[in-house]
């Protein structure tokens, strides 16, 4: 690609700043993206995380949903982190009634999967595709991924503890979803693997 990627952050709910901040630092150009004229100006979209419920409902109250499929199906570059996870999962065990996905993962994820005892949790992970320290996960009312089909590849598992073994970290083609928030750690290269990804789609 040329010119540096824009890349939206769906900014109905959530920690649409964080993102936005993080890639601020990845030579890309970041803006919110609230209607659905703005979908069209995007290479790539992030989903933030935040509650999957609330910007399921936002998102169609305000007609972004079927522009964001239409192009999610085209083949948009996408990154969703935790809730934004749920939203590309396309099976979700533990949704609400009525709760709709955008999809295009082949996996099931739980929703606020890890329990009371450990809602929030931060772990040392290593991710497939970043290189160096491990990555900071930070885990907030977090999914899981309960599985996965053969296009996906995993990226992390949960080292140990009760939930050691699940999958927090996953791609398939062009998308991209973590159950943790590398947004909020200061920590930029989840985002900077989704730059790539972004760079070698265009
Ligand atoms: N539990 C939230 C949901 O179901 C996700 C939490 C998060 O994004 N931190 O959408």
């Not at 964080?18 to 209607?35: N, Q, S, T, W």
């Not at 703005?38 to 007609?63: C, M, N, Q, W, Y």
């Not at 709709?100 to 993962?105: K, L, R, V, Y």
């Not at 053969?150 to 083609?173: F, K």
Request: include cysteine; glycine fraction near 10%.
């Amino acid at each position: 690609m040329p010119t540096d990627p824009v890349i939206g952050v769906l900014a109905v709910q959530g920690d649409v700043r964080e993102h936005l901040a993080a890639l601020a630092e990845c030579d890309v150009v970041a803006r919110p993206v609230r209607r659905a004229t703005e979908i069209a100006e995007i290479d790539a979209l992030v989903l933030p995380g935040g509650e999957s419920t609330t910007i399921d409902k936002l998102t169609r109250a305000f007609d972004l949903r079927e522009p964001i499929l239409d192009r999610l199906k085209a083949g948009m570059p996408a990154y969703g982190s935790c809730a934004g996870m749920i939203l590309l999962a396309d099976r979700v065990v533990d949704a609400i009634e009525g709760q709709q996905t955008f999809g295009g993962i082949d996996m099931t994820v739980r929703r606020n999967a890890f329990g009371r005892q450990v809602e929030s949790f931060e772990e040392d992970l290593r991710v497939t595709g970043v290189d160096g320290e491990p990555v900071r996960a930070v885990f907030i009312r977090a999914p899981w991924v309960e599985e996965v089909g053969d296009a996906v590849e995993v990226l992390a598992t949960v080292a140990e503890g009760p939930a050691a073994g699940r999958i927090v970290a996953v791609r398939q083609g062009n998308l991209l979803a973590t159950s943790f928030h590398p947004e909020i750690t200061g920590d930029i290269r989840v985002h900077r693997l989704f730059v790539e990804m972004v760079r070698s789609a265009g």
